[in-house]
């Protein structure tokens, strides 16, 4: 079991970058797998990047490649998504998501979820 706490969100331009941060507490975070996933006001929640319990593997979304990347730091239990070349349509609410297994893109498998902050790109 574990807790998550998004953070760094914020307002930015097109073509600007933010880095989120999912901090996790509670069980031992290395064993779980982290994902990110967006939603916007009447639409299912979007698939945008997972890390395994590995770390170096990750995989995001196909409109998400080469812009966003996944990092973890077990030893600070935090998972870092960095979002660059950010464009209108990443305008969500960014939400960390964490299950004691193997990355899945499906956000119904996920088990503990954070809360969400919120990301605002600006023409």
């Known amino acids: 079991q574990v807790q998550l706490v998004e953070s760094g969100g914020g307002l930015v331009q097109a073509g600007g970058s933010l880095r989120l941060s999912c901090a996790a507490s509670g069980q031992t975070f290395s064993t779980y797998s982290v994902a990110w996933f967006r939603q916007t006001p009447g639409k299912a929640r979007e698939f945008v990047c997972a890390?395994?319990?590995?770390?170096?593997?990750?995989a995001c979304g196909d409109s998400m490649k080469g812009r966003f990347t996944l990092s973890r730091d077990n030893t600070k239990n935090t998972v870092y998504l960095q979002m660059n070349s950010l464009n209108r349509e990443d305008t969500a609410t960014y939400y960390c998501?964490?299950?004691?297994?193997?990355?899945?893109?499906?956000?119904?498998?996920?088990?503990?979820w954070g809360q969400g902050t919120q990301v605002t790109v600006s023409s």
């Open positions: 998501a964490a299950r004691s297994s193997f990355v899945v893109v499906a956000a119904t498998s996920y088990d503990y």
């Open positions: 890390i395994g319990r590995s770390g170096p593997a990750t």
